[in-house]
Each structure stands twice: as structure tokens, then as C-alpha cells.
């Protein structure tokens, strides 16, 4: 039988099969010559439509899909394909129209609520993309597409380091001792970064008065809400969704408060905007003589080697074939996040920077010489680098490269020199420590 003897419904069913192959040439072609004999062929027009999005001719796509809805505008699938030719052609809003209006035809089209995430998702829309998957999950609970998207979502939001923040019981334990040093039943506490809602919890099982958190992360903040509910504590503790710095006092808040407690420190110590931060705090949102915690904060650094780590870092060659020039486009700053690689610490600790948080309101850049000493003889990599956090009293906590936890958010930091150095006992070396309030780094200044 030759094509042209093919009945309408003969003919859509072989251009259906080769559009489902990705044959598009195909399909187009048998497609086009059903709408020479029924232009109003509603499938016809619905699937080449659909097609020519695909193949991105937007332009008679949306002449197509628009004809569909003219027929049937009921036609939910239409409306949502047209919204996917107008999301690749960055017209957002006409395709968040589309989108919503196929819902409204539709309220069980997955595929609408999907492609509604991955827009929202993809113009920064983070709380809103979520919605979506939620929606659609709860239509569809195993649909792939939504599933990853919103792992997506929340791995961009919420880093997977937070869980092992959160079960740092170093850590935790660390806060709990300071604010059971601060707190009594008049506290009013400030908070800097609210998270899971965990330390302002313990400050309200303390016996605080009042406490203020604030996050920006509404994602954080919205989960947050329901921990402090959780815990039958809403109404003791009250989340701002701001930055601190856009915190009024007697608006957000009644008054400066007498204890601020932050969490907001990084690997680095820093890299969150940490001294900007407690500037601010310092000078508007909190009372002259309040408690800080913690009262003081230090990066500190020590010479590294060791070959397991040195595997990981640094190449030379494999038998005969030279390779240590592929060193030269790998970064020099690493985030350690393994504990099975030996480490070797070849010299004494260091306390590169220290933060006074009580006795100082500003912290500006500083740029430093340090010599350092090596105790070990053999090959250094680089500069491994930790932090500490501190109370007066004594209370202090670290995560030096020595204590291997099971748990935690803050990792080492390897600075790597350009190429390693073969170290004796004794020998010393002069490294320049550098920060600018949010960036640290250390270089190898000479041997």
C-alpha cells in the first residue's frame, strides 16, 4: 500500500510512531499532509505543534497550538505545550499564563505543575518551584522529572552539609555551655542566622524571656517555623525573615537585646558575611553590655603532607609519562570533606587571625607574615587551615585536623603551594596570611 492510499487515521498512527522514535523529519512531513486534507484535524495540529517545539520553530508552533485552543479551548495539553514554546523563548510570564490556565483545565496535568517548577526554578523562584513539585509529587509520587527537580531545589538551598552540622554534638554542646553561662529568666536574645531553629530552641529551654531570629532563606525559615511548633514554642520564639542588617529595632523587633548568638561561620570562619554581621549587630541590635557567643573566633592554619592526601592533590607522573604540568589548572584551595586520608601535620598550630567579637566593633583586612617551623622531615603539600570558637571562661571549641568526628559542618581547608616542598626538622618557612573580611587565603612567601 503507498502512503498516499493510507486512510487520515492510518496515516496520524505512522507519524505518531515515528515521532515517538525521534524521527522528526518524518513525522513532520506525514503530519502536514493530513492538514492538506483536514486542516482542522485537531491531534494533527496538537501533535505537530507540539513537535515543531521540540525542533524549536516556535513561531508556526504557537500557530498551531493556538489553532487547537481556538478549536478546543479545553484543550489542556495544548496550553501546556504552548507554555513550553514561550518558556524557551524566555517569555516567562506567557508561559506561567499557559501553565495555570491548563491547571485550570486540568488540575491532574503533572506535566504542567512540573514544567511551572523548573520555570520558577530557573528565575530564582526557589520557595515557589518548590510549591510545584510538591504538587506534583502528590499527584505522581514516582515521577522522575519531579522528584530530581526538587532534589535540586533543596540541594541548592539546603547544602547536605546542614545535617551534619546539625548532629555536631561537639558543636552543640559547645553553644549550649555558653548560653547556659548567658541566660537567665530576663534574656532577651538575638539571633544571627536561624537555620533549623536549634540554638534559639535551646535558648528558649534555658529559661530566655525573649528571642528574635532572623533568616533570609525562606525555605530554612518556612521549616524552621514548624520545628519551633514541634518543640510548643511558637510563641516564645519569633523568626524574621531578613537579614540582620535590614533588622529595625522597634519595628522587628522591641528593643536591642541583651544576648546575640551566631552560627553563621564557615570553613573559613568568614565566608557568610560573619564580620559585616556582628558590626552591625554590635552597633544597633544589641544593648551595651550584652553577652556574645562566641566571644571570640580564630583561623588557624598548620604546614600539611602525608601521601594519602598528597594523592588527592597533586599529580607527577604514572611510570614513565610525566603528568605535573595538569597541576597547574587544578585549583590551590580544597574543601577536605574525607576523614580516611592521613594527614601529616608538620608543624605546630598557628593562630593565623583571631576576632575579638567583645572587646573590638571593627574588623578591618589584614595582611600578615608568619614563619613557621617544621617538626617533621619529609614533603609539604601545603597549608591545612581550621577554626576555633571561644568563651572567656575557657569554653572552646575546634575542629582541628586531629579530631575525626562523624559528624560536622565545618570541614578543613587545604591551601596547596605550586608545587610541594621537601621539608627538614627545623627548617623554616614564611607563609603570607591574608584575609579581606570575607576571603582567606595563605601563600608560600619563601622557604
Known amino acids: 500500500m503507498k502512503k498516499e492510499d493510507l486512510t487520515t487515521t492510518e496515516t496520524f498512527a505512522l507519524a505518531l510512531q515515528h515521532h515517538q522514535k525521534s524521527n522528526f523529519q518524518a513525522a513532520e512531513q506525514l503530519y502536514k499532509q493530513i492538514l492538506e486534507i483536514e486542516p482542522d484535524h485537531i491531534e494533527t495540529n496538537f501533535r505537530l505543534g507540539s513537535l515543531l517545539v521540540q525542533t524549536r520553530n516556535f513561531d508556526t508552533a504557537q500557530q498551531l497550538l493556538n489553532k487547537v485552543i481556538q478549536i478546543d479551548p479545553n484543550h489542556a495539553k495544548a496550553n501546556n505545550n504552548l507554555g513550553i514554546a514561550f518558556q524557551k523563548m524566555k517569555k516567562n510570564q506567557e508561559a506561567i499564563n499557559c501553565y495555570e490556565k491548563a491547571i485550570q483545565i486540568n488540575p491532574n496535568l503533572a506535566d504542567a505543575y512540573c514544567n511551572l517548577a523548573l520555570l520558577y526554578m530557573n528565575t530564582s523562584r526557589d520557595e515557589k518551584a518548590l510549591q510545584y513539585c510538591d504538587e506534583v509529587l502528590n499527584l505522581v509520587p514516582d515521577m522522575l522529572k519531579a522528584i530530581n527537580l526538587k532534589s535540586e531545589i533543596l540541594k541548592r538551598n539546603i547544602p547536605s552539609w546542614h545535617v551534619s552540622m546539625i548532629n555536631d554534638d561537639d558543636r552543640n554542646n559547645f553553644y549550649l555551655s555558653a548560653l547556659k553561662t548567658a541566660i537567665d529568666s530576663n534574656s532577651s536574645v538575638f539571633e544571627i542566622g536561624t537555620g533549623s531553629a536549634l540554638l534559639s530552641i535551646m535558648a528558649a529551654n534555658l529559661g530566655a524571656k525573649e528571642i528574635n531570629t532572623c533568616e533570609t532563606n525562606s525555605i530554612m525559615a518556612n521549616t524552621a517555623t514548624k520545628i519551633i511548633a514541634d518543640n510548643n514554642l511558637s510563641k516564645k520564639i519569633n523568626i524574621i525573615q531578613k537579614k540582620s542588617n535590614d533588622i529595625i529595632v522597634g519595628k522587628d523587633i522591641n528593643k536591642p537585646a541583651d544576648v546575640l548568638v551566631s552560627e553563621i561561620f564557615s570553613s573559613n570562619l568568614l565566608s557568610e558575611d560573619v564580620l559585616p554581621s556582628l558590626e552591625d549587630a554590635k552597633k544597633r541590635l544589641i544593648s551595651k553590655n550584652a553577652k556574645i557567643i562566641p566571644e571570640y573566633g580564630s583561623i588557624m592554619i598548620s604546614l600539611f603532607g602525608g601521601d594519602d592526601i598528597g594523592k588527592n592533590i597533586y599529580t607527577e607522573k604514572f611510570e614513565n609519562i610525566k603528568l605535573k604540568k595538569f597541576n597547574s589548572i587544578i585549583a590551590k584551595k580544597h574543601i577536605l570533606h574525607r576523614q580516611d586520608l592521613k594527614i601529616d601535620l608538620m608543624s605546630n ?76 626538622i627545623g627548617q623554616k618557612i614564611v607563609i603570607t596570611a591574608k584575609h579581606e573580611r570575607n576571603i582567606v587565603w595563605f601563600f608560600l612567601e619563601k622557604i
Not at 600578615?368 to 614533603?379: M, P
Not at 559528624?407 to 581547608?413: D, R
Open 349 to 424: 598550630a598557628f593562630e593565623a587571625f583571631r576576632f575579638d567579637f567583645i572587646n573590638k566593633n571593627n574588623f578591618p583586612p589584614e595582611n600578615k607574615k608568619i614563619e613557621i617551623a617544621a617538626i617533621k622531615k619529609g614533603r609539604s603539600y601545603g597549608i591545612i587551615q581550621w577554626i576555633k570558637l571561644e568563651m572567656g571562661n575557657g569554653l572552646k571549641h575546634e575542629n582541628h585536623p586531629t579530631n575525626l568526628t562523624k559528624a560536622s559542618g565545618w570541614q578543613k581547608v587545604l591551601y596547596v603551594f605550586d608545587d610541594p616542598i621537601e621539608l627538614s
